[in-house]
């Protein structure tokens, strides 16, 4: 299965190594290619980089353009900012067109708590692997 790793570039190592696991278990998985300068920076780099990137590099169609064709995106949605299961709002566009593309939508933890979010992200009904990749059929 084709695989779109999405979620906060914060955790750009860690969608790395879903994407790593995922290849390993036999399925063609990718994040965005805008991914590399987030590689060992900090925090506070990391978001300097995201801003640029939407900015200056049309990060938001870049990814949609790799989104072509793929079966599935899952989403990383590790805590963020004291919130559990973080979504934020670019990865939720991304939800959106990965439903619109008719793909299905993996995300990694449940459903995070946050006002608004919580209805639209189980109007696409997500399958929720709770931690386990192996779920992803």
């Given amino acids: 299965m084709r695989i779109g790793v999405v979620g906060s570039m914060q955790y750009t190592e860690k969608m790395m190594e879903l994407r790593d696991r995922l290849a390993k278990m036999g399925h063609d998985a990718f994040l965005t290619n805008l991914a590399s300068p987030f590689i060992g920076k900090s925090d506070k ?42 979504i934020g709002g670019n990865t939720l566009m991304e939800i959106g067109f990965a439903h619109v593309l008719n793909q299905k939508i993996f995300l990694l933890n449940p459903i995070p708590e946050i006002p608004y979010y919580k209805t639209e992200i189980e109007a696409v009904k997500p399958i929720l692997l709770n931690g386990d990749l192996a779920l992803i059929l």
């Fill in 45 to 86: 780099e990391k978001e300097k980089i995201k801003i640029h990137q939407k900015q200056n590099k049309d990060a938001i169609r870049e990814f949609w353009r790799l989104m072509q064709g793929a079966d599935a995106i899952l989403v990383a949605n590790f805590d963020k900012n004291g919130v559990k299961n973080y």
